[in-house]
């Protein structure tokens, strides 16, 4: 118990809470929560009793809890618990729904556990993003497409995705976000921009480019200041002039994309020049 580590995030711009358990040996009795609850395990096996069925969780299975699941769980192999969950109340759960499938409801997921559900990698990078601080622009562009695909997979609702293509919107939001990558770009702000609801706009993005609106955002970013790097601009003010957040997010991002530092691989140009 004294290694137990219970750590909560609360995220403002999606109105949703993140938590992280380490090391849990605790034993939880039958309860039920007002919201929804997304999760999955990081290690550990646990026993679980959800909606008169009993499952066995193991790493990588997804847990779904609809508001007022009875549910209760111990571990059964005598090791802890590593496990992380968002909690999303009814209100911006309606919301998301609405924006997805233009429906003004709330989903039911019909079953509580999914044994290793492809989401876990999805949920995860949105709770790291939500656990780091990450832009309001990266955070909800995964938490729709999270929903999307749990609605999709895994709830009671149905809806359509028969609308044609928006080609010159989506040409329009790669030519502001290149003309624009400096400045704090949102999804709302793109939303406006092509009158296209976020979610659509994303997957329509998404689908005609073959990359995020963000990722695609972070990689002009990362050419831009590549070029400002071999001009022998100091990273941290490559950073600043690219419209990164901070150092961190630039170092991650950049390595991410080129496989260097940005200290690396401006290292490489110095050297060159002083040959």
């Known amino acids: 118990m004294l290694n137990e580590i219970r750590t909560i995030y609360l995220d403002p711009d999606l ?3 993140a ?7 605790q034993k939880f009795p039958t309860h039920f929560h007002d919201h929804y609850t997304i999760g999955f395990i990081e290690s550990g096996q646990r026993y679980l009793a959800c909606k008169d069925k009993e499952f066995i969780i193991n790493p990588g299975d997804l847990v779904l809890f609809n508001p007022g699941d009875s549910h209760a769980c111990e571990q059964i192999d005598g090791k802890t618990l590593d496990f992380r969950c968002i909690n999303v109340k009814p209100e911006p759960m309606k919301r998301a729904v609405l924006e997805i499938t233009g429906r003004d409801t709330l989903p039911y997921f019909t079953q509580s556990v999914h044994y290793g559900s492809g989401l876990s990698t999805c949920l995860r990078e949105l709770h790291l993003s939500i656990a780091q601080e990450e832009r309001d622009f990266k955070k909800e562009e995964l938490f729709l497409f999270l929903i999307e695909e749990l609605v999709r997979e895994y709830s009671d609702l149905e809806y359509a995705n028969g609308l044609k293509e ?6 329009a939001v790669c ?14 702000h793109l939303s406006a921009l092509t009158g ?3 979610y659509y706009l994303l997957r329509s993005f998404t689908k005609q480019k073959g990359i995020s609106p963000y990722s695609y955002l972070e990689t002009i970013r ?5 070029i400002l790097l071999e001009q022998g601009v100091k990273p941290i003010e490559a950073a600043f002039q690219t419209g990164f957040s901070d150092q ?10 080129i496989g260097l530092t940005p200290k690396q691989y401006q290292k490489i140009f110095c050297e060159d020049r002083d040959k």
Request: proline letters at 2%; hydrophobic letters at 35%.
């Open 19 to 25: 938590y992280h358990f380490k090391g849990i040996m």
């Open 15 to 17: 109105n949703i809470e």
């Open 166 to 171: 928006p080609r010159s919107e989506i040409k």
């Open 222 to 226: 990362v050419n831009n200041a590549k």
């Open 248 to 257: 961190g997010h630039f170092n991650h991002f950049f390595k991410r994309l």
């Open 175 to 188: 030519q502001y976000l290149e003309a624009n990558y400096a400045q704090n770009i949102s999804l709302d």
């Open 196 to 198: 296209l609801s976020k």
